[in-house]
């Protein structure tokens, strides 16, 4: 888990602007969000550059594989 805190804290944003959270929900990995999600409540209405919230991308993700 302390990769996590590490990845939140030097990597915020992806080139979308998608933060951890939403490549975490993008794969499916529950428990990274709910790691994420207990480290920073805020961060599930972080939107991306296409004002995509992180568990839409994740719905997102499932409704289009």
């Known amino acids: ?5 590490f990845f939140l804290l030097f990597f915020p944003r ?7 959270l ?3 929900a993008i794969k499916g990995s529950l428990r990274c969000c709910e ?3 207990n480290k920073n409540e805020e961060c ?3 939107s991306d550059r296409n004002k995509v919230r992180p568990f ?5 993700s499932i409704l289009h594989n």
């Open 35 to 37: 790691t994420i999600v």
């Open 22 to 24: 939403h490549l975490a």
């Open 14 to 20: 992806d080139q979308n602007e998608r933060t951890p």
């Open 56 to 60: 839409e991308s994740g719905l997102f």
């Open 44 to 46: 599930v209405n972080d």
């Open 1 to 5: 888990i302390g990769a996590v805190k």
